[in-house]
């Protein structure tokens, strides 16, 4: 990708995705002990949460920028930053704003992966906050892959890769 070209959609959330792969990567090919373990898992699931909430954001905008009007799409690219700390409530919420079929078509099939986004959501507050989040390197890697697919289905709902 040349510099300073915008990507939009199903392509933003491969790059955010392709970042956070590295990032776990890295995680994964060092020998932490006990408590620098415990602070990776803490860097990782705020990384996660990250991604979820950005994820959500470019699939929003994208969506409006390709099927809305261009004050629609304006509107919707300037409110989306309000969607933040994101979990399955909150979810449910930005997606109900746009179509109210989205959020049962996203969560059929995948209540392990609603359980992950959710439990991502509950630690990264717990951690901004300042308290104990109690989480392994090994179960954050498990709620990673859960939110990513998750976000992988997102992105058909609102990006469908044309024919």
């Known amino acids: 990708m040349a510099a300073g070209t ?3 959609g199903r392509g933003e959330v491969r790059r955010l995705e392709q970042v956070l792969q590295r990032r776990i990567d890295i995680i994964d090919g060092a020998k932490l002990d006990g408590e620098l373990s415990a602070n990776y898992a803490r860097y990782l699931c ?5 991604f979820a909430e950005q994820s ?3 699939l929003l905008t994208e969506h409006a920028r390709t099927k809305a009007s261009s004050s629609v799409h304006r509107y919707v690219e300037q409110n989306v930053n309000r969607v933040w700390g994101i979990n399955q409530v909150k979810l449910k ?3 109900d704003g746009f179509d109210l079929s989205w959020y049962p078509t996203l969560t059929s099939g995948m209540e392990q992966e609603i359980s992950s986004l ?3 959501g509950k630690l990264r507050d717990n951690i901004s906050h300042g308290n104990d989040a109690g989480i392994t390197l090994l179960t954050m890697k498990q709620y990673s892959a859960d939110v990513i697919k998750l976000i992988r289905k997102l992105c058909d709902i609102l990006d469908p890769i044309s024919a």
Do not use: E, F, P, W
């Open 56 to 58: 959500l954001k470019a």
């Open 6 to 8: 915008r990507l939009y």
């Open 93 to 95: 919420d930005a997606l």
């Open 118 to 120: 959710q439990s991502v």
């Open 46 to 50: 705020v990384l996660v949460a990250g």
